[in-house]
């Protein structure tokens, strides 16, 4: 695994010597990427609170949506063990939800801890689109919809849900009478689940189920599952949650923690001059800023990653999981899990890295 300063050869200890350097003597540094173990978030969070620095590994505006609705209102949600084991009703919404493998495996099961034995799980899908045609076997009630009519499709099950009757003539691709037939039998479920994908739907649709479930759980149980697969950001933002208490895109200038999507999002602080180096870090795959930018460089990531100009530190590290033991998240739990390595290599992590540059700011300011 390669070590350079520019385009030349180095050593670890003088690139990470360079890289406390950069960092000492920036007015903001800039901590982003596609993320981390939780080993290297953590490192990288105390790197990001010694300098002053920002963090922002939430570029997609999917995941800002639901961080954001999770912030300002909190979120009712489980996880797919919960799912599989307790939902007697599980209600699909859009078509995104069936491309992770983890939604099979959810169908697979039965909800032995909320119905009496032998009970079978009810489905029902709302907006599948083609996405249908991918699990067959599971018994799912496709009721179709149009899911560029999802703000009026939720709005109307919401309505439903308080016993207004949706219009007489449909709405969004669904025949009359289908918004009572789900808000009914999610009623009178023992434990119901919303499955989706933050990825098909803006943040007006996400807070819509989220009053949706909110009122389910007057009556009965009920939760959000919301499925996504990238492992470093999404172990980053719970890296982030549990010891900063928020998402990413925060701030660590006044000496605390300050979240604020928008003056933290990375994009703007590059692109308005805001920030004066910028760090790198995408332990998962080997990739490279997407910013055509001359501030000060330093990337850490595998081997691979191709650049525009060379960056002024690059420390190439070991694949999570891969390896290097580690902790992430993990697609098919929905969840952080511990992974052993397949192949470990002894190779530099991310972890380490960082903390080297940490270790290095700490002696020199002494």
Same mark, same amino acid.
């Given at each position: 695994? !390669?070590?350079?300063?520019? +385009? ?24 982003? %990427? ?10 990288? =969070? ?16 999917? =995941?800002?949506?639901? *961080? ?38 959810? =169908? +697979? ?12 799980? $009810? ?13 067959? @076997?599971?018994?799912?009630?496709? #009721? ?15 309505? !439903? ?26 009623? $009178? ?14 943040? =007006? ?26 492992? @470093? ?7 982030? %949650? ?16 300050? #979240?604020?999507?928008?003056?933290? *999002? ?27 930018? +001359? /501030? ?24 999570? @999981? ?17 992974? +052993?390595? !397949? @192949?470990?290599?002894?190779? /530099? ?18």
């Amino acid at each position: 695994m !390669a070590v350079r300063l520019g +385009k030349a050869q180095a050593t670890a200890e003088s690139a990470l010597a360079e890289a406390a350097r950069i960092l000492a003597g920036s007015r903001l540094a800039l901590l982003t %990427g596609t993320g981390s173990d939780v080993a290297g978030a953590r490192a990288a =969070l105390r790197l990001a609170e010694r300098i002053g620095g920002a963090v922002d590994f939430r570029r997609d505006p999917a =995941l800002l949506a639901l *961080d954001a609705l999770m912030a300002e209102r909190g979120l009712i949600f489980t996880t797919p063990a919960e799912a599989r084991a307790r939902a007697d009703s599980l209600l699909l919404i859009g078509p995104g939800v069936a491309r992770s493998a983890m939604l099979a495996q959810v =169908l +697979k099961g039965t909800p032995l801890l909320a119905a009496p034995d032998g009970a079978e799980r $009810t489905t029902l899908w709302l907006c599948p689109g083609s996405a249908a045609d991918t699990l067959p @076997g599971f018994g799912i009630q496709d #009721y179709g919809g149009d899911l560029s009519a999802i703000h009026g499709i939720l709005a109307l099950l919401n309505a !439903a849900m308080r016993g207004h009757p949706a219009p007489g003539q449909g709405f969004g691709g669904l025949a009359p009478g289908i918004f009572e037939d789900i808000a009914g039998r999610l009623i $009178t479920a023992r434990y119901g689940v919303v499955a989706f994908s933050p990825a098909d739907l803006d943040a =007006l649709a996400m807070e819509a189920l989220l009053s949706f479930v909110q009122a389910l759980n007057q009556t009965t149980r009920a939760a959000l599952l919301p499925v996504s697969s990238d492992a @470093g950001t999404q172990t980053f933002a719970h890296v982030s %949650g549990w010891l900063t208490g928020f998402p990413p895109r925060t701030g660590f200038m006044a000496g605390a923690p300050d #979240y604020d999507p928008w003056r933290f *999002d990375a994009t703007r602080l590059i692109e308005c001059g805001e920030c004066d180096a910028l760090l790198w870090l995408s332990s998962f795959e080997a990739s490279a800023p997407p910013w055509r930018t +001359k /501030l000060p460089l330093i990337v850490i990531c595998p081997p691979g990653a191709q650049f525009v100009r060379p960056p002024e530190v690059l420390i190439e590290t070991a694949i999570p @999981g891969n390896e290097a033991d580690a902790e992430f998240w993990s697609e098919a739990s929905q969840s952080l899990v511990a992974v +052993k390595a !397949a @192949g470990p290599t002894g190779g /530099l992590t991310a972890a380490a890295a960082l903390t080297g540059i940490l270790d290095r700011l700490e002696t020199s300011s002494r």
